[in-house]
């Protein structure tokens, strides 16, 4: 067995007034550092350390990727922005170079050279990519602030999420993020419109519940890009947000059918039950072979395995796809149907899913591994 490897210190080299969503680099590169367990440096150093250039503003996930690689740098036209040196003689020299601004001699270095776009997979987003690394400037900032915002976009969700909230969420963002706004207030007058949105869909006001509903899910987006974006994540956060997300469906599901009766349309005791049974059943089967999925195979989504679990993970029987299902009934004036089609293409995705779960266990039956796509992108 080979020996421990040192966790490297942090340190910001150089400085630059520009800021990013409201932080310094100093301030953003000390979160960053906390996020991923790190300590700053404090003085010099003999040991492993991992210098980030003020000049440059880069995505996180080059963070995470350059702190788990010693040796690595990664440079713009040479010039190194973000560099994991090994001992204090690599840090010197490397510390120099983002000083003055110019190349870095590449011996004893692996040099990821951005302009040559390679590429890096992110687990945590679900997406293979070229993360952003650009020159910090003011009139850089709003470029690179759309950058960040979409760099926190994961690669595989739902068609709402992915090609309509987009830039209502990014406007939202920026707001938030300049008003001093946190994540969890943006969570919080989120969870009071989804219960707002329930109370409307529990007497029938459909269309003014899904208008409650529309900007509850824009914010469910909001507070997570925010909390990506200002590097501001937290597990109560997490808890907070998730915990809503897994909560209300079934909620606005049941309060949907008993809303019915305000239009006429109540069901019959026999279709409400099966209806019910087939998307509240439907939900908990769903997420259960997702979590199956993902302790069987190493913390993998199942979404994430193959092309196609991604492009079904967009119109998979979740919040937002069902919620156009119900639109579209809504302009028809048949709630009552809508719903149905929800129990219907609950049950069909339940059915998908749990035969890719019996996929995996074949695969791995006849010694194969299950691997992501992304990961060989």
């Not at 990519?129 to 850089?140: I, M, V």
């Not at 109370?199 to 003014?208: D, K, L, R, S």
């Not at 089609?341 to 074949?362: D, G, K, N, P, Y």
Request: charged content about 15%; some cysteine; overall charge positive.
């Amino acid at each position: 067995m080979g020996e421990p490897i040192s966790m490297p210190d942090v340190e910001t080299v150089g400085d630059n007034p520009t800021r990013l969503w409201g932080l310094t680099m100093h301030e953003r590169t000390r979160r960053l550092a906390k996020a991923s367990g790190l300590a700053m440096a404090e003085g010099a150093a003999s040991g492993p350390r991992l210098l980030a250039n003020a000049a440059f503003a880069f995505d996180p996930a080059w963070f995470r990727h350059v702190a788990a690689h010693p040796g690595t740098v990664l440079a713009a036209h040479g010039v190194p922005a973000l560099a994991h040196a090994r001992d204090g003689a690599q840090a010197a020299r490397i510390a120099a170079a983002m000083r003055e601004g110019c190349p870095l001699a590449a011996d004893g270095f692996d040099v990821l050279a951005y302009e040559q776009g390679p590429t890096i997979e992110n687990k945590q987003l679900r997406k293979r990519e070229t993360p952003f690394l650009t020159e910090l400037r003011p009139d850089t900032v709003r470029r690179i602030e759309r950058a960040s915002y979409f760099g926190a976009y994961k690669g595989v969700t739902d068609v709402l999420t992915k090609y309509l909230w987009p830039e209502w969420a990014l406007v939202l963002t920026r707001l938030a993020a300049r008003i001093g706004m946190t994540p969890n207030m943006v969570t919080a007058i989120g969870a009071f419109l989804c219960v707002a949105a329930t109370v409307c869909f529990a007497y029938g006001h459909y269309w003014p519940g899904m208008a409650l509903g529309l900007v509850f899910m824009v914010l469910d987006t909001v507070d997570g890009k925010l909390a990506r974006c200002t590097i501001t994540s937290s597990s109560w956060g997490n808890v907070f947000d998730h915990g809503i997300d897994l909560v209300h469906p079934p909620f606005w599901w049941w309060f949907w059918a008993t809303g019915l009766a305000a239009w006429g349309l109540a069901y019959d005791p026999v279709t409400f039950w099966w209806v019910q049974g087939a998307i509240q059943g439907g939900y908990l089967v769903q997420r259960a072979i997702e979590g199956v999925f993902i302790r069987q195979n190493g913390g993998m989504h199942i979404h994430v395995w193959r092309r196609f679990d991604s492009r079904f993970r967009l119109i998979t029987a979740r919040r937002n796809p069902n919620m156009v299902i119900l639109f579209v009934a809504m302009l028809f004036a048949r709630p009552d149907l809508g719903l149905i089609a929800v129990a219907w293409w609950t049950a069909i995705s339940c059915l998908v899913h749990a035969v890719r779960l019996v996929q995996a266990w074949i695969v791995r039956a006849r010694g194969g591994t299950i691997t992501s796509w992304l990961s060989d992108a």
